[in-house]
Nanobody
Framework: QVQLVESGGVLVQAGGSLRLSCAASGRTISTVTMAWFRHAPEKEREFVAA????????YYADSVKGRFTISRNNAKNTVDLQMDSLKPGDTAVYYC???????????????WGQGTQVTVSS
């Protein structure tokens, strides 16, 4: 089992920046991919970004490419999402997810955090 806890979601103005963090614990040695998804009201859950746990390979949705950066903090055992140039359309609950195998963008991950709310005001 892998436990995931997100933090960092707040209210921010458009154009601002925010950093989300996902703390992983438990059997993290089995984790191959960690990702961020988001879920806005009346929309489907959407892939945002992902990172292979033991390599530097990263993946981004077109809607956030160039604005968001996913990174791993080895000292804290976290995966962070740096979000810059935020837009009102980025407003959503952001979820951290992890999986021991499989693809990157499909939402069928094995482990999920509880989510953290990000609200971007115009």
């Amino acid at each position: 089992q892998v436990q995931l806890v997100e933090s960092g979601g707040v209210l921010v103005q458009a154009g601002g920046s925010l950093r989300l963090s996902c703390a992983a614990s438990g059997r993290t040695i089995s984790t191959v991919t960690m990702a961020w998804f988001r879920h806005a009201p009346e929309k489907e859950r959407e892939f945002v970004a992902a990172r292979r746990w033991t390599s530097s390979n990263t993946y981004y949705a077109d809607s956030v490419k160039g604005r968001f950066t996913i990174s791993r903090n080895n000292a804290k055992n976290t995966v962070d999402l740096q979000m810059d140039s935020l837009k009102p359309g980025d407003t959503a609950v952001y979820y951290c997810a992890a999986r021991p195998r499989g693809g990157v963008v499909e939402p069928d991950y094995d482990y999920w955090g509880q989510g953290t709310q990000v609200t971007v005001s115009s």
